[in-house]
């Protein structure tokens, strides 16, 4: 298995006596090359659960193996891209993509090669040198996921990417990510609070319950791509997640 992860949890310690379990038994799997979005109410460890994968957390109990090892650090075969996409500030778009490059011990020409086929693979073809606070929320998320797979991770972890984009524009690059999902051969695990990214985008979706999170549900999305939004099978998967989160959301 791709991911085994068996029986992880994770608790936190908040001020001197307080603690909050955000993860409780949590067990999954997954297959070289699939897309999974993790979905569930706000606050249930989705987050958390990410990072333990990406090595930056570590479970209390349990274990998260990747490729048959146990997560212990982070790993440029696990690409993660942060909530705010995390660009450095100071660097252009294309250092931005050829910091990793360097990190990664690539010469000075191959840096510019593989950024340059990056920025054009993600349209960012005469933004290359602007900084992070000139772009549009749109070109900063681009920037971010082509930083992440220039190093040819295979594995891609994205928390909730395209939550600050609007409709159209998300529309556009799940279509973009889905795009590159197929041309790159990367497994991809997304968190999401939009159900319907998650049915139009994924091979299964997680369900996780309100904290302390645990797996809820797994739904397979049986839909051919491209999805139609507003097909028959679309909706009653809309529906179902819905009354599933339902279940999970006190008001
Ligand atoms: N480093 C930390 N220290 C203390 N508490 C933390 C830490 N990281 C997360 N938590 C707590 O653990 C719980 C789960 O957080 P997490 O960010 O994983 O949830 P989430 O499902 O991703 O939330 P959201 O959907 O709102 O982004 C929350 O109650 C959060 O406050």
Redesign the pocket.
Known sequence: MYIDIQQACKT???GSDDT?E?LKDITLSVSQGEFISLI?P???????LLKMIAGIERPDQGTVCFEGKEVSDLSPERGYIFQDYALFPWLTVRQNIQFGLRHKGKSRKEQKLIAEEYIEKFKLTGADHLFPYQLSGGMKQRTAIARALCLKPGLLLMDEPFAALDTILRYKLQEELLRIWGLEQVTVLM?T?DIEESIYLSDRIIVMSS?P?FVKKELSIPLERPRMRTEPEFMRLREQLTQLLREEIEV
């Open positions: 936190f310690q908040s909050i955000a569930g706000s606050g249930c460890g989705k987050s958390t968190v609070h904290r999170g």
